[in-house]
């Protein structure tokens, strides 16, 4: 199996937090947001990782180096148009015969991937939503298979809303109806999208089934981000392993490397980058990324980069 991650996304919602680097590299709860992806899939033993990169491809190709994941491969979508496009760049390096998993990466989740090494039909991850209207999501039959793909319904017809993790058995039926697409510049909302090449490979009847994704955390806003932070914290909590003078720490939280807090109060739900400097502050519910200083202050529901 490979995993393609389509990292090439330039995360305006996010700004200023990537100004100066791409979305997938924001930290939350003491690592980035591609490791929690990568470190979570990982015990599929794929043979390889291809990473879709674009916006400040040279920050993901030097963060790639400092990693021991085994074979990766980069390939660059110089002029993004659409996720479909992105997948078409990486499908050159993978083998028909060899099953391929997506995960867009910039969500983070909780999932079962195990299953996917002896998994013979195609899979798509989805996630029950209050408000399908807002997702593309999964009409399926009663025994779970998919009968069609919908894209953000105005009338109810499914609440299994899609959430960016896509395992593909056939993927030579993937690249077919990928290059139909882009051949025929097939387009929609101005881009090529993967969801209409699965929807192509649903008419040709190829089989797809769902499974359920037990959270889905998003990181696409500021106050999504800091709450994915908060939910993440409770597995990489090192709040009972430190001890600061003065200083009340309110876990979860997690704490890097070389900082130093004196007279503070922190947490719950901080996350400290390597190297900050604390003193007499409150902080709580926050990241803190690198070198942050704080003196004499009370922060709370914010994200600190500079």
Not at 70 to 86: C, D, F, H, I, M
Not at 216 to 233: F, M
Request: proline share 5%; aromatic share 8%.
């Amino acid at each position: 199996m490979k995993i393609v991650l389509p990292v090439a996304g330039s995360g305006v919602r996010l700004r200023p937090y990537t100004e100066d680097r791409p979305k997938c590299l924001l930290p939350v709860a003491g690592k980035t947001i591609i490791d929690w992806i990568v470190e979570d899939s990982l015990s599929l033993d794929p043979s390889e990782l291809i990473f879709i990169t674009g916006y400040k491809a040279e920050q993901m190709d030097a963060f790639l180096e400092g990693k021991d994941w085994g074979s990766v491969k980069t390939v660059r979508q110089e002029n993004p148009q659409g996720l479909g496009e992105a997948i078409s760049l990486a499908l050159p390096y993978v083998d028909d015969d060899e099953p391929l998993l997506i995960i867009l990466g910039d969500t983070l989740f909780e999932a079962d991937l195990s299953f996917l090494k002896n998994e013979q039909e195609n899979v798509l991850y989805t996630f029950k939503v209050e408000d399908p209207s807002r997702f593309g999501v999964a009409v399926t039959a009663d025994d779970g298979h998919i009968q069609r793909l919908v894209e953000k319904p105005q009338e109810f017809v499914s609440d299994e809303a899609i959430v960016g993790i896509y395992y593909i058995k056939d993927v030579k039926a993937l690249r077919q109806s990928l290059k139909y697409l882009m051949d025929n510049d097939v387009r929609t909302k101005g881009e090529f999208q993967l969801t209409d090449a699965l929807e192509m490979m649903l008419q040709k009847g190829c089989k797809f089934r769902t499974a359920p994704v037990k959270k889905w955390l998003d990181c696409g806003l500021i106050e999504t981000l800091l709450a994915t932070n908060a939910e993440v914290l409770t597995r990489n909590d090192n709040s009972m392993d430190v001890e600061f003078p003065g200083t009340t720490i309110i876990g979860p939280c997690h704490f890097g490397n070389d900082v130093v807090i004196e007279n503070c109060t922190i947490g719950p739900n901080v996350a400290v980058g390597d190297g900050c400097v604390l003193k007499r502050c409150t902080i709580k519910n926050a990241i803190l990324w690198d070198c942050v200083q704080v003196k004499y202050g009370s922060i709370q529901d914010t994200i600190l980069h500079r």
